[in-house]
T-cell receptor, first 114, second 115 residues
């Protein structure tokens, strides 16, 4: 069974601190996606990582992918309140033979406090 | 472009009632999906479609039906709503498979309550 596991599921941070969210998955996928969801809102694409060793950065967020370890990380640098949201990672599923489905982790709810 | 739109945004049903959720996209995407999101469960795939006139079951299809009569529209139907179907429903779409990515674009969601 294909699994995507995120940890932690809840994260309370102080502003200015650094932290990392981990995403482990059980497939041989070489693509991984990170999404952000604000309360009551839809999912917004943050990063698409397309190969082993891929690293992408946007502002205070940096995502990386290690396909050999089946691990992606989302690193938060000097957190600010605006980063408070739920973050999901996802990998390509395999329904019906790679039909473009994504399998999502359960999400990490991040709360950044002053 | 409006992207992916969903109607309605909110709905309250009584057990046994039926309804249809509409998803529309104006990006000429081949693939479309319906997910449900429940607290602590992430997103789970209900049904999906890889092109006009085709549909397939996802992870949690029971109690739902879908249709894709036009490329831009993907309908999700509940024939006899149950309280277990109380959830937030998201529609998503993506381009036909390229060499690179299945990055999905999501609609704003429909919050459904079944009493």
């Amino acid at each position: 069974e294909l699994k995507v596991e995120q940890n932690p599921l809840f994260l309370s941070m102080q502003e200015g601190k650094n932290y990392t969210i981990y995403c482990n998955y059980s497939t041989t996928s070489d693509r991984l996606y990170w999404y952000r969801q604000d309360p009551g809102k839809s999912l917004e694409s943050l990063f698409v990582l397309l190969s082993n060793g891929a690293v992408k950065q946007e502002g205070r967020l940096m995502a990386s992918l290690d396909t050999k370890a089946r691990l992606s990380t989302l690193h938060i640098t000097a957190a600010v309140h605006d980063l408070s949201a739920t973050y999901f990672c996802a990998v390509d599923g395999d329904y019906g033979g790679s039909q473009g489905n994504l399998i999502f982790g359960k999400g990490t709810k991040l709360s950044v406090k002053p | 472009n409006a992207g992916v739109t969903q109607t309605p945004k909110f709905r309250v049903l009584k057990t046994g009632q039926s309804m249809t959720l509409l998803c529309a996209q104006d990006m000429n995407h081949e693939y479309m999906y319906w997910y449900r999101q429940d607290p602590g469960m992430g997103l789970r795939l209900i049904h999906y479609s890889v092109g006009e006139g085709t549909t397939a079951k996802g992870e949690v299809p029971d109690g739902y039906n879908v249709s894709r009569l036009k490329k831009q529209n993907f309908l999700l139907g509940l024939e006899s709503a149950a309280p277990s179907q109380t959830s937030v429903y998201f529609c998503a779409s993506t381009l036909r498979r390229t060499r690179l990515t299945y990055e999905q674009y999501f609609g704003p969601g429909t919050r459904l309550t079944v009493t």
